[in-house]
C-alpha cells in the first residue's frame, strides 16, 4: 500500500529528502499541467513549476494535515506563485505554437480531424482565458485535473456549495462565449 501524501509530508519535516522526492514524483506532472493551463506557455510553466516545489521545500515545515489534504496545500502555493508570475506578464495571454504542439495526441491520423480538433483545443483555451479568474481556475481543477469538489473547495478556499455555484457560472459564462 502506497504511502500517503501526509505521511510523507511528515517525513519529509523530519529531514527526509527521500519523501520529498516521493511528494515531488507524485505530483510534479499535474502541477505542471495546472500551470500549463494558467500560464499557456510551455517553458514558462516548467520555471514556476520549479520554483512551486523550490517552495515546497522551503515551506513544508509549515504544513499541517489538519483536515487538509495535502494536495490542497500544494495547489494554493501553485495558485499563488501562477498569480505573482502572471502580475508580471501582460494580462492578455495568448496560445503559444509550442502549447498547441503539446496539446493531447489525437486518435487517427486523418489531418482534417486533427486540424478540428487543435481548432476546438484553441477555442477552448481562449474562451477560458476570457472568464473570470476564479471561474476560470475551479474548471481547469475540477475538469482538466480531475479534482473533487471537495478538494476544489479546499485548494481555492470556498465551500463546497460556493464552488458548485461558481462552476455553474463559469460554465455558464464558457458556453455563452462559445456559442459568439
Known amino acids: 500500500m502506497p504511502v500517503s501524501d501526509a505521511e510523507l509530508a511528515r517525513q519529509a519535516q523530519q529531514g527526509n529528502r527521500d519523501a520529498l522526492g516521493a511528494l515531488y514524483d507524485r505530483h510534479q506532472e499535474k502541477i505542471f499541467r495546472y500551470v500549463t493551463s494558467r500560464s499557456f506557455d510551455r517553458q514558462l510553466a516548467q520555471d514556476i513549476t520549479e520554483e512551486i516545489f523550490l517552495r ?73 482565458d476570457q472568464i473570470d479568474p476564479l471561474q476560470r481556475e475551479v474548471i481547469v481543477l475540477r475538469f482538466l485535473m480531475g479534482y473533487t469538489l471537495k478538494e476544489t473547495a479546499s485548494s481555492v478556499e470556498k465551500s463546497v456549495a460556493a464552488v458548485k455555484a461558481i462552476q455553474h457560472r463559469g460554465l455558464h459564462a464558457l458556453n455563452a462565449w462559445l456559442g459568439q
Not at 81 to 90: F, G, K, M, Q
Request: charged share 20%; proline share 7%; hydrophobic share 40%.
Open 56 to 128: 515546497m521545500v522551503t515551506h513544508i515545515g509549515s504544513y499541517r494535515p489538519m483536515g487538509v489534504p495535502f494536495t490542497a496545500w500544494l495547489y494554493r502555493i501553485a495558485h499563488n506563485t501562477v498569480i505573482d508570475h502572471n502580475r508580471e506578464r501582460l494580462p492578455a495571454q495568448q496560445l503559444s505554437h509550442e502549447l498547441a504542439q503539446e496539446l493531447p495526441a489525437h486518435q487517427g491520423h486523418n489531418p482534417a480531424v486533427m486540424v478540428e480538433r487543435k481548432l476546438e483545443e484553441q477555442l477552448l483555451i481562449s474562451a477560458l
